[in-house]
């Protein structure tokens, strides 16, 4: 891409040439989200009470080759989406100019944070809030309705706090998780900035360790996913 690491001496400059870049990736990756959501290759077709599947693929290649696609080709959409945001969150991010400085978590940064935040919160935290919202309005009023009973999978309790776990941190709307963890993430970039302005491309190797072998399987599940700060983390570092 042609840009320095965030631990030199130089500020991270967007040109035009890589904001072409980065939008044309993004593009791609957007194409890639959409074909893991996309409907099963697969049709079930109902007859002589059973239950037949039948491949949409007119061969054995062309099965391979479409399963190789969505459970293979299009997994580098999510991590690669993790790292383009933490680069383009600290863009033009000033650092010291002089080499034996050691940097502050926020104070060298104070405006830049300011800045970054105030124009997340509109991109990242108000849409979250409100398509989050969306969902759980539409669950409850599903719920308290005869037809719930066709999905009694959908069941929201009344109570504050678990109304406000679904609103911010749990939502109904499972792809939402992006977001939130992204929303995470962002909140703590001055940890994120500082580690790697000290210790430049070793919270990326260590986190990416944990991510490969998967020795903190509980945080996918209880805090959040191992996938994001990995990629966030380099991406600041790129």
């Not at 100019?97 to 978590?105: I, L, N, Q, V």
């Not at 900035?193 to 070793?202: K, M």
């Given at each position: ?8 001496l ?38 002589s ?53 050691k ?5 060298d ?38 037809l ?6 959908i069941h ?83």
């Amino acid at each position: 891409f042609g840009f320095r690491s965030a631990h030199g001496l130089n500020a991270k400059k967007m040109t035009d040439s890589l904001s072409t870049k980065v939008q044309a990736i993004g593009f791609l990756l957007i194409f890639l989200v959409v074909i893991i959501h996309s409907a099963d290759s697969e049709r079930i077709i109902e007859g002589s009470g059973m239950h037949h599947r039948v491949h949409v693929s007119s061969s054995v290649i062309g099965s391979a080759v479409a399963v190789f696609v969505r459970t293979g080709v299009t997994r580098i959409a999510v991590p690669l989406f993790f790292m383009i945001s933490g680069f383009l969150f600290f863009q033009n991010f000033k650092t010291s100019e002089s080499p034996s400085a050691k940097p502050g978590m926020f104070t060298d940064n104070r405006a830049d944070f300011a800045q970054k935040w105030k124009r997340r919160f509109r991109s990242l935290v108000v849409p979250y809030v409100l398509w989050s919202a969306i969902y759980l309005i539409a669950a409850c009023l599903w719920q308290s309705t005869p037809l719930s009973s066709l999905n009694p999978t959908i069941h929201v309790s009344y109570r504050v706090h678990e109304l406000l776990t679904r609103l911010f941190l749990n939502p109904l709307g499972q792809h939402l998780w992006f977001m939130r963890d992204l929303i995470l993430l962002v909140l703590i970039s001055p940890v994120i900035w500082y580690l790697v302005r000290r210790h430049g491309v070793a919270p990326s190797l260590i986190m990416g360790g944990l991510w490969l072998f998967g020795l903190c399987p509980g945080w996918e599940r209880q805090v959040i996913s191992l996938t994001g700060p990995f990629f966030f983390t380099t991406g600041a570092y790129l």
